[in-house]
């Protein structure tokens, strides 16, 4: 069974750049598709990014694109979202999570999550 550790977030200014990381425990964590969700107050979770258990395929959301950037490392366990340009709308609880498919971008695939991670970003 994997278990994930959410670390990295923080209150930062509209333009800046975070990196938030997930340090996974468990042997079978390189045959997981990894992702990272979201939730802002009053709003569902969402998808941003998905990486394959290879790392070779990835996912992005539309609001998100061209800023994000996700990448794992099997050897160390860790998956990690880089943030650039962040937005105020970028405000809300970073969850990472793991889907015992190989990839696959439906939140209910994804059975094993973290606590999350506050991202605060001011205007």
């Known amino acids: 069974q994997v278990q994930l550790i959410e670390s990295g977030g923080g209150l930062v200014q509209a333009g800046d750049s975070l990196r938030l990381s997930c340090a996974a425990s468990?042997?079978?964590?390189?045959?997981?598709?990894m992702g990272w969700f979201r939730q802002a107050p009053g709003k569902e979770r969402e998808s941003v990014a998905v990486i394959s258990w290879s790392g070779g395929v990835t996912y992005y959301a539309d609001s998100v694109k061209g800023r994000f950037r996700i990448f794992r490392d099997n050897s160390e366990n860790t998956v990690n979202l880089q943030m650039n340009s962040l937005k105020p709308e970028d405000t809300a609880v970073y969850y990472c999570?793991?889907?015992?498919?190989?990839?696959?971008?439906?939140?209910?695939?994804?059975?094993?999550w973290g606590p999350g991670t506050q991202v605060t970003v001011s205007s």
């Open positions: 468990g042997r079978t964590f390189s045959s997981y598709a």
């Open positions: 999570a793991a889907s015992p498919k190989g990839f696959t971008t439906t939140l209910r695939d994804y059975k094993v």
